[in-house]
């Protein structure tokens, strides 16, 4: 998961959040974001090869309260 801070990498997918298949289909990880602040996100896969593929459409939002749990689907 990368996006729009420092915390999710800052559009950076060396920088990105891990987030753990264990209840696949759907992802989930916790990070720790600024209260109140709107981010925009999205999920990436990195492959073997070192290329980086982004799920498609718009940009996901959050605006967390504190510590933020996303449990997120692939699209």
């Given at each position: 998961?990368?996006?729009?801070?420092?915390?999710?990498?800052?559009?950076?997918?060396?920088?990105?959040?891990?987030?753990?298949?264990?209840?696949?289909?759907?992802?989930?990880?916790?990070?720790?974001l600024?209260?109140?602040?709107?981010?925009?996100?999205?999920?990436?896969?990195?492959?073997?090869?070192?290329?980086?593929?982004w799920?498609?459409?718009?940009?996901?939002?959050l605006?967390?309260?504190?510590?933020?749990?996303?449990?997120?689907?692939?699209?």
């Amino acid at each position: 998961m990368v996006g729009s801070t420092a915390p999710l990498g800052s559009w950076n997918p060396a920088s990105a959040v891990a987030l753990s298949p264990t209840q696949y289909p759907v992802w989930t990880g916790t990070v720790s974001l600024p209260a109140g602040q709107a981010v925009e996100y999205k999920l990436i896969k990195k492959n073997p090869d070192g290329t980086v593929t982004w799920e498609t459409g718009g940009n996901r939002t959050l605006t967390p309260s504190g510590n933020a749990t996303v449990s997120i689907t692939w699209r």
